[in-house]
């Protein structure tokens, strides 16, 4: 925590400071665990066509689309879902993200395939410590681990890079009732600024919980 020079005595600030940079491996860790889970996506639709007792091709593949347009192409032209039950075809449209209309960015797949894109075809994608001051969330030791549990109803607080902490005078009678949180965020994309395992989660769950299920009556 460095103290801000032109901060007063009497209401000082603070801004959290990193001693060195995101280590490197943070981005690699990252990339390494979403690849897979957009790979796993793949993996479905190769084992849908192979449900049908037909056999799958290099061309299929999940389609992720932004429109219908695009949706129809892949299907049509690019012979992405070949072999696929139709029933099954129309569970993979259901679940593109243009139905959510000029919220598509917001979309799992959307952000999946996006972050998937950077880390393979761009670079390592760029992680930092962010912090934040909540008033809402409590912080215990379980196990000798850190854990933080926000209450019902409570948001997650929003992580800044150079977020400032207010220190109050100091005294006897004064407590502050705050916590300073600063964990590892995502730096750029669609998840800018929000912490790392809590999207994670997010999108594991939906793909393992949400999406997956969908398809499980096509192999009974």
Same mark, same amino acid.
């Not at 796993?40 to 347009?69: G, K």
């Not at 809402?136 to 850190?146: A, K, N, P, T």
């Given at each position: 925590?460095?103290?801000?020079?032109?901060?007063?005595?009497?209401?000082?600030?603070?801004?959290?400071?990193?001693?060195?940079?995101?280590?490197?491996?943070?981005?690699?860790?990252?990339?390494?665990? !979403?690849?897979? %889970? #957009? /790979? +796993? @996506?793949?993996?479905?639709?190769?084992?849908?066509?192979?449900?049908?007792?037909?056999?799958?091709?290099?061309?299929?593949?999940?389609?992720?689309?932004?429109?219908?347009?695009?949706?129809?192409?892949?299907?049509?032209?690019?012979?992405?879902?070949?072999?696929?039950?139709?029933?099954?075809?129309?569970?993979?449209?259901?679940?593109?993200?243009?139905?959510?209309?000029?919220?598509?960015?917001?979309?799992?797949?959307?952000?999946?395939?996006?972050?998937?894109?950077?880390?393979?075809?761009?670079?390592?994608? !760029?992680?930092? %410590? #962010? /912090? +934040? @001051?909540?008033?809402?969330?409590?912080?215990?030791?379980?196990?000798?681990?850190?854990?933080?549990?926000?209450?019902?109803?409570?948001?997650?607080?929003?992580?800044?890079?150079?977020?400032?902490?207010?220190?109050?005078?100091?005294?006897?009678?004064?407590?502050?009732?705050?916590?300073?949180?600063?964990?590892?965020?995502?730096?750029?994309?669609?998840?800018?600024?929000?912490?790392?395992?809590?999207?994670?989660?997010?999108?594991?769950?939906?793909?393992?919980?949400?999406?997956?299920?969908?398809?499980?009556?096509?192999?009974?």
């Amino acid at each position: 925590m460095v103290r801000d020079k032109d901060s007063p005595d009497d209401a000082p600030t603070f801004t959290l400071k990193p001693k060195g940079p995101m280590p490197a491996r943070f981005g690699l860790i990252i990339g390494d665990c !979403l690849q897979n %889970l #957009r /790979s +796993s @996506l793949d993996y479905l639709v190769w084992e849908l066509v192979l449900a049908t007792n037909s056999q799958p091709a290099e061309h299929n593949m999940f389609p992720i689309c932004t429109s219908a347009d695009l949706f129809r192409n892949a299907v049509s032209k690019r012979k992405r879902l070949l072999g696929v039950h139709p029933d099954a075809v129309a569970e993979i449209e259901a679940l593109q993200p243009y139905h959510l209309g000029q919220d598509w960015r917001k979309s799992k797949l959307w952000v999946i395939e996006e972050f998937v894109n950077i880390n393979k075809h761009r670079r390592v994608l !760029l992680t930092m %410590l #962010r /912090s +934040s @001051l909540t008033p809402q969330m409590d912080i215990f030791q379980v196990g000798g681990e850190l854990i933080a549990h926000l209450p019902a109803g409570a948001s997650m607080p929003i992580f800044d890079g150079d977020a400032k902490i207010d220190a109050a005078p100091l005294s006897e009678q004064m407590k502050m009732n705050a916590q300073l949180l600063a964990c590892v965020t995502f730096d750029e994309g669609p998840a800018k600024g929000m912490e790392v395992t809590i999207c994670m989660n997010e999108w594991i769950n939906f793909v393992l919980n949400v999406l997956v299920p969908k398809f499980e009556r096509f192999f009974s």
